[in-house]
């Protein structure tokens, strides 16, 4: 196997990526096998915290081998496995299926753009690790009677093409009802929301400054406006939504992770929603879909701003592998 040839910079980007978001989940999972009292559920955390265990350490080697820094990332001075419960175990669950999804966001895209062949194979064996650990997650959730499924819409009688111009429209004149992939991407933004919402929810209590937990509380009211927007839509047309799940935040205000932590995690999953809500965009020809996403992911790109700008000052936002700055090599 030919490993000679430097990385490249969707190589390096990656494996940064993947790094920072492995050694949070390290962190977050540590904890939550701790207090986690289902047997099913602890099994699945195990299987999760392995994997990222498993990423974080390959990530570390590849870049040590090629001479490269390895990221800060996050370590045993971010999580306090001792702080009280935070969380009910059914979140345990919600939560692997939110954080999955951003997994599989990142690697997906990763296995196209990377050439070398370790790289190649790396960034396949952790996506179809993913995948598989979803697979299971998913079963879990049903086996537990948490799994809320799409909904359901007649079956069609006949394939056919649209024919009006209204098929388009979203504001004005006859509104056609939502197709199948309009409603499968509301209700994962939905999903997502409903878990972001209750995350926040905790964060908002354990927060130790006032800063982070100005900024939780504001994230919170977002993904919370967000949720009702989406469910009034599919409401309009007699189709049920997942349900909120704030009720599985505890009573604790106790931290037991560092607000650096906190502040990433909340910064990471709020920029891979406006990916969510620009893939949805992309399959949304209704006129009022298409700009309801562009303004919530307008807003949402605003809260990661400020996410930025409290992290920078608190010296805790690092960056990823950066161009060379050739105007201050030459003005060295």
Request: proline share 6%; aromatic share 10%.
């Amino acid at each position: 196997m030919n490993t000679k040839e430097p990385l490249t910079s969707a190589e390096m980007g990656k494996l940064w990526a993947t790094y920072m978001g492995n050694s949070m989940a390290v962190c977050v999972l540590r904890y939550y096998l701790k207090h986690v009292v289902d047997e099913d559920i602890k099994e699945i955390l195990q299987k999760s915290y392995d994997l990222s265990e498993e990423f974080s350490s390959r990530c570390a080697e590849i870049l040590k081998a090629d001479n490269h820094p390895v990221p800060f990332g996050f370590a045993d001075q971010d999580v306090n496995v001792d702080a009280p419960r935070l969380f009910g175990d059914e979140f345990y669950l919600h939560y692997l299926k939110y954080v999955g999804k951003a997994g599989l966001s990142i690697y997906g895209i990763a296995v196209p753009l990377v050439t070398r062949p370790d790289m190649r194979e790396f960034f396949t064996h952790v996506l179809n690790s993913t995948v598989n650990l979803m697979t299971e997650i998913n079963g879990l959730l049903e086996a537990k009677s948490f799994l809320v499924r799409p909904p359901l819409i007649p079956v069609p009688t006949r394939t056919d093409y649209a024919r009006k111009q209204s098929y388009l429209s979203g504001f004005i004149g006859p509104i056609r009802p939502l197709h199948a992939l309009e409603i499968a991407h509301l209700h994962d933004n939905l999903e997502n929301n409903a878990t972001s919402r209750t995350v926040l929810v905790g964060f908002s209590q354990v927060a130790q400054t006032p800063e982070a937990r100005d900024y939780f509380i504001r994230g919170g009211e977002i993904a919370g406006k967000h949720f009702k927007i989406f469910s009034e839509i599919l409401s309009k047309e007699h189709l049920p939504s997942p349900p909120i799940l704030n009720h599985l935040v505890t009573d604790s205000t106790i931290s037991p992770f560092s607000d650096k932590l906190m502040m990433f995690h909340k910064l990471d999953m709020f920029s891979m929603r406006i990916r969510s809500y620009a893939n949805s965009m992309a399959v949304s020809p209704r006129h009022d879909l298409a700009a309801m996403y562009g303004r919530l992911a307008l807003e949402v790109g605003k809260y990661a701003e400020d996410g930025a700008r409290i992290m920078i000052d608190a010296g805790w936002l690092e960056q990823p592998p950066q161009a060379a700055d050739r105007e201050a090599l030459v003005s060295h």
